[in-house]
Nanobody, 124 residues
C-alpha cells in the first residue's frame, strides 16, 4: 500500500501562486509516474500534470502550460506542483496520484493510489 499525503492548498487571489506537495513516506518510485488531478464540485476529476520518475519527463494539460510546474525531490519521495497565475476557475480539490508502471496518461482511472486531496480556493 502506498500512502500519499498532499499539502499546500489554501486561499489565494486570482493571479497568485501556491505550491502543492505530495509526500510518500517510506516509498521509492523508480518505476512510477506521479500525477496531479483536480476536481471541482459536480465535475469529473481532471488531469493537471504528471511526472515520470524514471526519466523526469513531465506532462501538462494545455490550460496550465507555462503557469504550472511539476517537480520532484527523490530524497524526500515528494512531488510538487507550483501553480502560478491562478485563475478563479481553477478552484478545486487537488489530488496526487501514483501509477506503478510509469505510464503517463491524462486519465484518472490508470492511477493506482491517491492522496486525500488538498483544497485550493482562488478568489476574484
Amino acid at each position: 500500500q502506498v500512502q500519499l499525503v498532499e499539502s499546500g492548498g489554501g486561499l489565494v487571489r486570482a493571479g497568485g501562486s501556491l505550491r502543492l506537495s505530495c509526500a510518500a513516506p517510506g516509498r521509492t518510485f523508480s518505476s512510477y509516474a506521479r500525477g496531479w488531478f483536480r476536481q471541482a464540485p459536480g465535475k469529473e476529476r481532471e488531469f493537471v500534470a504528471a511526472i515520470r520518475w524514471s526519466d523526469d519527463r513531465t506532462y501538462y494539460v494545455d490550460t496550465v502550460k507555462g503557469r504550472f510546474t511539476i517537480s520532484r525531490d527523490n530524497a524526500k519521495n515528494t512531488v510538487y506542483l507550483q501553480m502560478n497565475s491562478l485563475k478563479t476557475e481553477e478552484k478545486a480539490d487537488y489530488y496526487c496520484g501514483a501509477e506503478v508502471n510509469g505510464t503517463v496518461e491524462p486519465a484518472a482511472d490508470i492511477y493506482d493510489y491517491w492522496g486525500q486531496g488538498t483544497q485550493v480556493t482562488v478568489s476574484s
